[in-house]
């Protein structure tokens, strides 16, 4: 058999974890981990994994490292770094790292949510090739090690080739197609891989919900999704929103959406349906405390629209108030720390 396909998982959390232990099940491939808080019991225990869709079961990762400079030490060559860590380039730069882990025959996978994570990879690995992917998953880890997958498996996968014509793209779309592949083997039916204009009109597509619904139920105190939908008022601001997106992208990418993306009125239509009662993550952090995906599904794609020339009125207002008051907060919480 030829040598194996080594993985290397960092930041295995609900999303790493879970697509950790799909790779794993796929022929001939190892999946490693670097954990942080849950390090403890991954080493000793592995991950339990509970699915509607593939059962329970254990999943014991063939190497877990509590910090990168440990998955350095190993001396294995990785072949795919999936990079699954909540993007927050306002708190660090998760890519530094990266450093002493990337040769040039690694594939970077960016497995996070946003606009613009890709950036930071690209420009300090000029050589790697860079993957950049979004699923629509619902995971959680609800105890260190412990995955609990709700629902949906669907992820779609580019290279990320921002200014393919300098490029030799071949090596990263080959990469590409074969991480789907792997997934697809490891029974995640619905891995596809896309160009990299497909996948950016991805990104923007689900940031029309994102970058709508999460600011919204923060700033108007946790509402649900379908409680904002079926407000009057609350649902005009919205598709508002979701139309400043669904306008700019194309512009901005120089592709039109594929027919088979819903539209702003089909995205509400479908959230006033869905009484699933769940909130959006960015109000569990902030009601945690923690710092929310701001930059990422608010501020890059305002910066990357006004860099072209655009403007994103509604977004932008969004996103200056929401961040004045997380810096507030923040504020609040040092002082009552002292
Ligand atoms: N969960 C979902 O259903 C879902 C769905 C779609 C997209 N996403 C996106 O997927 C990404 C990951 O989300 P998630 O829900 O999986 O978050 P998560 O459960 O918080 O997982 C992130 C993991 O990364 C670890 N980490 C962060 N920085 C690290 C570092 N420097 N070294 C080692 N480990 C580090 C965290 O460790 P600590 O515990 O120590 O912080 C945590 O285990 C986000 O961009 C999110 O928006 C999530
Ligand atoms: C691009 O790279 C591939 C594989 O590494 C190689 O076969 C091909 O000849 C290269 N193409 C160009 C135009 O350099
Ligand atoms: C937000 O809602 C919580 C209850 O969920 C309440 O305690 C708090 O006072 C509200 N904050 C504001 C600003 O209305
Ligand atoms: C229902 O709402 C939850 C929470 O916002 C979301 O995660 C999920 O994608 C929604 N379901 C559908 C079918 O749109
Ligand atoms: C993005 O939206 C989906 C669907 O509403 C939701 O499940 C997910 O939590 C959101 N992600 C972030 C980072 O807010």
Redesign the pocket.
Known sequence: MSSPIEVLIFGAGAVGAFYGSRLAQAPNVKVSCVCRSNYKAVASNGFSVSSPQYGDYKWKPTRVFANPKEAEASGVKWEYIVVSTKALPDVSDDSKQLEGLVHDKTAVVLIQNGLGVEDAYAKRFPSASILSAVT?V?AAQEQHGEIKHNRWTRINIGPYLPDSASLNSSDAEQRNNKFAQLLQQGGVKDAEAYTHAKLQLVRWHKLAINAS?NPSSVLSNGS??AEMAKDDELSRHLAGVMAEILTTAPKIIGHDFPPEFASADKLLA??RK?T?G???SMWLDWEAGKKMELEVILGNPIRIAREKGYEMPRLQTLYALLKMAQTNRDKQQAKAKL
Do not use: E
């Open positions: 629509v619902s619904m649900t999704n479908s959230t869905n699933s769940s909130r959006p």
